[in-house]
């Protein structure tokens, strides 16, 4: 019993501990949560400031038409200034504030034209990046699906969430390609009225040139106005592609923390589980043996109860012995006072016969000696009817003698039988008992 308790009592210990392991872990679960649902409203106010980008994108692709429109309108210009050239046959000298105009306009298209290569050689290389990213982020959602991420509904939820960063990512790398294509197109029409602007300068001078020189100065201030508005967007289109990267950067660290810490929920919910399934076993186990001590509380119940019947019987047969011993006794006292009448009647008979004696030997004594042998043959009569008496009387003590015994034998020989008979079995149901008291001790001390 005290192996038990202890038993017992270290199966409550690791019971607590593990009920104290469990909060922890739930407080660890907790907290993971907090942090997914940190990460979650991060994630959704990095799509917003996305879609702002976006927005913004599309104000940089209706500024970007509305310049492809006056650029148009300087190209239709520039033809009708052409023609205009070929018309004419008589040249006049380009004036000399004019050509330096044409110069300097010339130089700040170079400028422009190397300012747009070097911002389209950023768009492309950014491009790149991007499409890398997508790959890591492609193969790392791979690698993540093989990796055996137990818990459902936090792998839907990431899973739909790295599918809806994957559409953000292609839509950006959609559009920034549209916006290289785009700006490309924008190099080539300026190429193109580089190469107008330089016919122009070897035409030296024509008739009505001073007229359509300020129409193009004007278009051209018009022109370079446009270019500084549409470089001060470029240049705001790449801080935003900038920080869409930087935010696709965040976002590929937030999920690779992410599954991290996906990783080690799943370690400590299997270690939850393996808890569990401990748990589990030793209740099963206190249960086994609260089972077997309750059925060894039934056996021993019952064996009180036999027990306690036994002692009833046992206390029934001493009384049958006692009844029987007070009727027994009854008896001889019965025999010993008929006995005790007996021998006083033969007394009285004795003294009735002495009497009688006397007065026969008296009237002998008168009658003569004749009568004398009368007298010895009554009194020897009388002398074997007493010895016949005390034969009897013999005898009769004798039997009872022999009955008493006999009887005695015969009790304490059931008795006897009886008391082995109860012995072995209490023996054997104690015997019983030890065994199965050594099993389940056996069986406690060897649980882990």
Same mark, same amino acid.
């Given at each position: ?18 009920? !104290?392991?469990? &909060? ?11 942090? *997914? ?20 994108? &599309?104000?940089c692709r209706k500024q970007l038409a509305v310049l492809c429109m006056q650029k148009e309108q300087c190209e239709s210009s520039r033809s009708r200034l052409l023609q205009m050239?070929?018309?004419?046959? +008589? ?14 306009? *010339?130089? =700040?298209?170079?400028? +422009? ?18 499409? @890398? +990213? ?34 953000? *990512? ?52 018009? #022109?370079?106005? =446009? ?13 935003? %592609?900038?920080?869409? &990267? %930087? ?9 690779? =923390? *992410? ?7 799943? %370690?400590?919910?299997?270690? @939850?589980?393996? +808890?569990?399934?401990?748990? !589990?076993?030793?209740?099963? !186990? ?10 060894? $509380? ?20 001493? $009384? ?34 002495? /009497? ?11 009658? &003569? ?19 016949? #008496? =005390? ?42 008992? !030890? ?8 069986? /406690?001390?060897?649980?882990?």
């Amino acid at each position: 019993m005290r192996s038990q308790e202890q038993t017992l009592q270290l199966l409550n210990e690791k019971i607590l501990i593990l009920e !104290k392991s469990k &909060g922890e872990y739930a407080k660890k679960i907790n907290l993971y949560h907090e942090e *997914l649902a940190r990460v979650r409203s991060e994630l959704e106010e990095s799509w917003k400031q996305h879609n702002a980008t976006k927005e913004e994108l &599309g104000a940089c692709r209706k500024q970007l038409a509305v310049l492809c429109m006056q650029k148009e309108q300087c190209e239709s210009s520039r033809s009708r200034l052409l023609q205009m050239k070929t018309g004419h046959t +008589e040249i006049t000298p380009v004036c000399t504030s004019s050509q330096e105009e044409l110069h300097s306009m *010339l130089k =700040e298209l170079e400028i +422009e034209v190397e300012t747009l290569k070097s911002s389209l050689e950023d768009e492309k290389n950014h491009n790149e990046k991007l499409t @890398l +990213e997508l790959e890591m982020v492609q193969k790392s959602d791979s690698a993540a699906v093989h990796s055996g991420v137990t818990d459902v509904n936090s792998n839907a939820s990431s899973d739909s969430g790295m599918l809806e960063l994957q559409h953000k *990512l292609e839509l950006i790398l959609r559009s920034n390609t549209e916006l290289v294509a785009e700006k490309e197109s924008l190099l080539d029409k300026l190429k193109n009225q580089q190469q107008y602007v330089g016919m122009l300068q070897r035409a030296g001078g024509y008739e009505q040139v001073e007229s359509w020189m300020s129409n193009l100065d004007k278009q051209q201030s018009d #022109l370079m106005a =446009e270019l500084r508005a549409y470089r001060e967007q470029h240049t705001s289109l790449a801080e935003l %592609v900038g920080s869409t &990267g %930087v935010l696709q950067e965040t976002l590929y660290r937030q999920k690779h =923390e *992410l599954l991290q810490k996906f990783e080690e929920m799943n %370690v400590i919910k299997i270690m @939850l589980e393996n +808890e569990r399934e401990e748990l !589990k076993s030793a209740q099963l !186990k206190i249960q086994m043996m609260e089972h077997q001590m309750l059925e060894k $509380d039934n056996i021993f119940q019952e064996l009180t109860r036999q027990k306690r019947l036994l002692e009833q019987d046992l206390h029934e047969i001493e $009384d049958r012995l006692r009844d029987q011993e007070d009727r027994l006794q009854t008896q001889k006292l019965a025999l010993e006072a008929e006995i005790r009448d007996r021998d006083l009647r033969i007394r009285h008979w004795q003294l009735e016969l002495r /009497a009688k004696q006397v007065e026969v030997s008296s009237a002998r004594t008168l009658e &003569g000696f004749d009568q004398q042998s009368d007298q010895s043959t009554v009194e020897s009569d009388n002398t074997g009817e007493q010895e016949r #008496l =005390e034969l009897m009387r013999s005898q009769l003590e004798e039997v009872h003698k022999q009955a008493v015994a006999r009887l005695k034998l015969y009790l304490e020989e059931q008795f006897t039988i009886r008391e082995t008979e109860l012995q072995k079995n209490f023996m054997s149901e104690v015997h019983t008992l !030890k065994q199965q008291h050594t099993e389940q001790v056996n069986a /406690a001390m060897s649980v882990p």
